[in-house]
């Protein structure tokens, strides 16, 4: 796959005095964390987030598309970036313990390919958490069309459609909806 126009590399620089880095309240209940997890913060740009779970997991890996991205996240202590597109990421089968993608499906170009690579890197007794963008919400549409406008590739799922992604069998699949947030949690058995 080759990135086409990279939006978020420009962006890089300052994107985290756009969007400021906050704690993970919700994730971290999500992910439930003992502290010795590989963890995989798919399409993670600049581990705004993930840097905030380094003292609580094994190892954090921040996998983005975007080098310009990455080469924040590499600033940050505990964090290790991969460059990869989220379609066909370059881990083996059943590596993470733990796998978060937060804001990020909708961007993937390929959000079928993306569930299917993230189920596969998941291992048995893992956890998969995705956070998006609730689609139902008036204020979601209004962003939606803001980065229709900006011509990003931008395609939102509703909590249920992200479900449907992930019939496999040995799936446990909870949707969690709140206000203008989604999360999709997949226990792999």
């Keep these: 796959m080759k990135l086409k126009f990279d939006h978020f590399g420009i962006l890089a620089p300052f ?21 010795n997890e590989i963890v995989l913060d798919a399409g993670g740009g600049t581990g705004r987030l993930a840097q905030f779970l380094s003292s609580r997991a094994a190892l954090i890996v ?33 590596t993470f313990d733990r796998i978060m993608m937060v804001d990020a499906l909708h961007h993937v170009a390929n959000q079928a390919k993306t569930t299917a690579d993230l189920w596969r890197i998941l291992k048995p007794g ?19 069309l803001a980065e229709k406008l900006a011509l990003m590739r931008s395609h939102f799922l509703s909590g249920p459609e992200i479900q449907l992604l992930y019939n496999q069998p040995g ?13 999709v949690i997949v226990d792999k058995s």
Excluded at 15 to 35: A, Q, T
């Design 15 to 35: 994107y985290e005095r756009f969007i400021p880095p906050r704690v993970p309240e919700k994730i971290l209940e999500l992910l439930r964390l003992s502290g």
């Design 62 to 94: 921040v996998a983005d598309e975007s080098t310009l991205m990455l080469r924040e996240a590499g600033t940050k202590d505990g964090l290790k970036p991969v460059c990869s597109f989220t379609e066909h990421t370059p881990f083996a089968s059943d």
């Design 126 to 144: 893992g956890r998969l958490i995705i956070e998006e963008p609730n689609i139902h919400s008036v204020r979601v549409k209004f962003i939606a």
């Design 171 to 183: 799936a446990q699949i909870q949707v969690q909806t709140d206000g203008p947030t989604v999360w």
